[in-house]
């Protein structure tokens, strides 16, 4: 049994219109007015696949294909919402090749022993409000509602997750995690440039790494940038600047496969002929192996104290999120493996280097990932892409993997 590619398709590039960009990619930020329009879209969809649609507190949204049994079910799905020029696969791939598998089964009238769940997890990016993944968070039980709600977005709306909930009509009633879970299985772009190198189909996500933001607050003193001698200068910007140097030198000290990244970073007043008073910047540190991780944390912060004291600088240390690695299941990767096999694709195992919802979902079921290659391995990018026959191929494994489970 195959998917429709042709509607898959079709299916991703309306999706992708809501939030589109000039000269590609799209914007469609957490809770958004972008993010309400794909919801509905996607609400509008499963209504019509004939799905019943659940809105738990957090705003997840559930489409349920009813099995003959009232057993727990097998739920595929991911998200909807983007980081800022994002593209158009991230996420959306997940939740569309989900909603594919259920027409197929419809097309073919196939009644099935479980029910089929399709999912579409709040705010996974976590780049307007944090931690990331907040939705399949609270939904394994990992993070308290109360705790998600006071969220304040960092786009300098400062609203509330809660109220923006609320704003766009998905605060539902569901209470968050109320749905009896068999399996998770979640297809995602790889986002890195393994699958496409080594000219494979597919990869079967065993693993997946721990992932550490870290925001410092650093406060100094504005001042003339003619007049102040540098040695009296308490410079909030230098210390930023100091400390986004040191990652790529704390990353060759760690080594293995550790990876850091800084993302924001901002100066106060940020004028050219001002000693920056003020200065906030982020770090993402992420590694498969939790000790290693952990140390590197540690290493960051011993840097940042002594670098800002250096300068008679203050600096606060946020911990925004701190996730530890995760081993996905492996029976569900044979299932996967199998279902590669019975097509006549190439796979391999491998690790995520992306967070996703499917971490969460370990937590309460049996869970793994299918990756399909990235195109130069870009993503976060307009420029992230994915060929048609990759995701037809990515999406019959699905399929087929999910069709072997809902039978069980
Ligand atoms: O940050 C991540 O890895 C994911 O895209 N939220
Ligand atoms: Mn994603
Ligand atoms: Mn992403």
Same mark, same amino acid.
């Given at each position: 049994?195959?998917?429709?590619?042709?509607?898959?398709?079709?299916?991703?590039?309306?999706?992708?219109?809501?939030?589109?960009?000039?000269?590609?990619?799209?914007?469609?930020?957490?809770?958004?007015?972008?993010?309400?329009?794909?919801?509905?879209?996607?609400?509008?969809?499963?209504?019509?696949?004939?799905?019943?649609?659940?809105?738990?507190?957090?705003?997840?949204?559930?489409?349920?294909?009813?099995?003959?049994?009232?057993?727990?079910?097998?739920?595929?799905?991911?998200?909807?919402?983007?980081?800022?020029? #994002?593209?158009?696969?991230?996420?959306?791939? *997940?939740? !569309?090749?989900?909603?594919?598998? @259920? &027409?197929?089964?419809?097309?073919? /009238?196939?009644?099935?022993?479980?029910?089929?769940?399709?999912?579409?997890?709040?705010?996974?990016?976590?780049?307007?409000?944090?931690?990331?993944?907040?939705?399949?968070?609270?939904?394994?039980?990992?993070?308290?509602?109360?705790?998600?709600?006071?969220?304040?977005?960092?786009?300098?709306?400062?609203?509330?997750?809660?109220?923006?909930?609320?704003?766009? #009509?998905?605060?539902?009633?569901?209470?968050? *995690?109320? !749905?009896?879970?068999?399996?998770? @299985? &979640?297809?995602?772009?790889?986002? /890195?440039?393994?699958?496409?190198?080594?000219?494979?189909?597919?990869?079967?996500?065993?693993?997946?790494?721990?992932?550490?933001?870290?925001?410092?607050?650093?406060?100094?003193?504005?001042?003339?940038?003619?007049?102040?001698?540098?040695?009296?200068?308490?410079?909030?910007?230098l210390v930023a600047m100091k400390i986004g140097a040191y990652v790529k030198t704390l990353?060759?000290?760690?080594?293995?496969?550790?990876?850091g990244?800084v993302?924001?970073i901002?100066?106060?007043?940020?004028?050219?002929?001002?000693?920056?008073?003020?200065?906030?910047i982020?770090v993402?540190?992420?590694?498969?192996?939790?000790?290693?991780?952990?140390?590197?944390?540690?290493?960051?912060?011993?840097f940042?104290?002594?670098t800002?004291?250096?300068?008679?600088?203050?600096?606060?240390?946020?911990?925004?999120?701190?996730?530890?690695?995760?081993?996905?299941?492996?029976?569900?990767?044979?299932?996967?493996?199998?279902?590669?096999?019975?097509?006549?694709?190439?796979?391999?195992?491998?690790?995520?280097?992306?967070?996703?919802?499917?971490?969460?979902?370990?937590?309460?079921?049996?869970?793994?990932?299918?990756?399909?290659?990235?195109?130069?391995?870009?993503?976060?990018?307009?420029?992230?892409?994915?060929?048609?026959?990759?995701?037809?191929?990515?999406?019959?494994?699905?399929?087929?993997?999910?069709?072997?489970?809902?039978?069980?």
């Open positions: 049994m195959h998917i429709n590619i042709k509607r898959l398709q079709s299916r991703i590039s309306e999706m992708g219109k809501i939030g589109a960009l000039k000269g590609g990619g799209v914007t469609r930020l957490s809770l958004s007015n972008e993010d309400k329009a794909a919801r509905d879209l996607l609400k509008k969809w499963m209504i019509q696949a004939g799905l019943e649609v659940k809105i738990d507190q957090i705003g997840n949204m559930f489409g349920l294909r009813k099995g003959k049994n009232d057993l727990p079910g097998i739920m595929t799905g991911s998200h909807l919402d983007t980081v800022g020029e #994002g593209g158009l696969y991230d996420g959306s791939l *997940g939740v !569309l090749a989900g909603l594919e598998l @259920i &027409e197929t089964l419809n097309d073919k /009238g196939i009644e099935t022993e479980r029910s089929v769940i399709l999912a579409n997890f709040t705010n996974e990016e976590g780049v307007r409000f944090t931690p990331d993944m907040v939705g399949s968070c609270v939904f394994s039980g990992q993070y308290k509602l109360k705790e998600a709600y006071q969220a304040i977005s960092m786009d300098g709306s400062k609203t509330s997750l809660e109220s923006e909930l609320h704003r766009i #009509g998905y605060k539902g009633e569901l209470h968050c *995690g109320d !749905l009896q879970v068999a399996a998770f @299985i &979640e297809l995602h772009i790889e986002q /890195g440039p393994v699958l496409e190198m080594e000219k494979l189909d597919i990869g079967v996500v065993e693993n997946l790494q721990g992932i550490s933001w870290t925001a410092f607050d650093l406060k100094g003193e504005s001042n003339h940038a003619g007049t102040t001698p540098m040695a009296l200068r308490k410079d909030a910007g990353v060759n000290e760690i080594g293995g496969n550790q990876v990244t993302g924001k901002e100066f106060g007043p940020n004028l050219i002929n001002v000693v920056p008073g003020s200065a906030k982020t993402d540190l992420r590694n498969t192996d939790n000790a290693r991780l952990t140390l590197a944390e540690e290493k960051l912060l011993r940042a104290e002594k800002a004291a250096a300068e008679g600088v203050e600096i606060l240390m946020e911990r925004l999120v701190r996730f530890n690695p995760v081993i996905f299941d492996d029976g569900i990767c044979q299932w996967i493996e199998q279902a590669a096999q019975q097509i006549g694709l190439s796979q391999k195992r491998m690790y995520s280097g992306a967070g996703h919802d499917a971490q969460m979902l370990a937590k309460v079921c049996p869970t793994a990932m299918i990756f399909v290659p990235s195109e130069k391995g870009i993503s976060h990018n307009p420029k992230e892409f994915t060929p048609i026959d990759k995701i037809e191929t990515g999406a019959n494994v699905l399929l087929t993997t999910v069709l072997a489970l809902v039978q069980k």
